[in-house]
């Protein structure tokens, strides 16, 4: 028995469109979560780098400007530790904010689907 293309083309294109968006969901928790989780760990790895914390905590007791006197490594290391602190926040403040963007992508798909039928219902109200 032979089919007419246009009805081979229809049955092939529905049902890839329908297998893609039951394979979806599937695909967003799991290799698409991944990708995120991938994005998350290097934009604190960029922002930890771009921070410099590594080389501020490494040369935390190394004195400034060479000095050697009790009151120069004193206020090398104070200054130092406080400028760690502010920039430890700063990192703090952007894993947070990368933390919500992680919790957002996770909560994005059940809310579309959510919205999704939420207005289709609606939309049937209206013929009903």
């Known amino acids: ?5 246009p009805l081979l083309a229809a049955r092939y294109f529905f049902g890839d469109l329908i297998l893609d968006a039951l394979a979806f ?41 060479g000095a050697t006197d009790l009151a120069g490594k004193l206020i090398s290391f104070f200054l130092r530790l406080a400028i760690i602190c502010l920039r430890g ?12 963007a992680v919790g957002l992508y996770l909560v994005a798909l059940p809310l579309t689907i959510v ?3 939420f207005h289709l219902l609606a939309l049937l109200s209206l013929f009903g």
């Open 25 to 65: 969901p599937f695909w967003w928790y799991g290799k698409g979560f991944l990708r995120i989780m991938s994005w998350a760990r290097r934009a604190l790895v960029r922002r930890w780098e771009g921070l410099g914390l590594g080389v501020w905590i490494k040369n935390l007791f190394v004195p400034m400007y």
């Open 1 to 5: 028995m032979t089919s007419s293309t």
């Open 89 to 100: 926040i700063a990192w703090a403040v952007w894993a947070c904010c990368v933390a919500c």
């Open 115 to 117: 919205g999704f039928v």
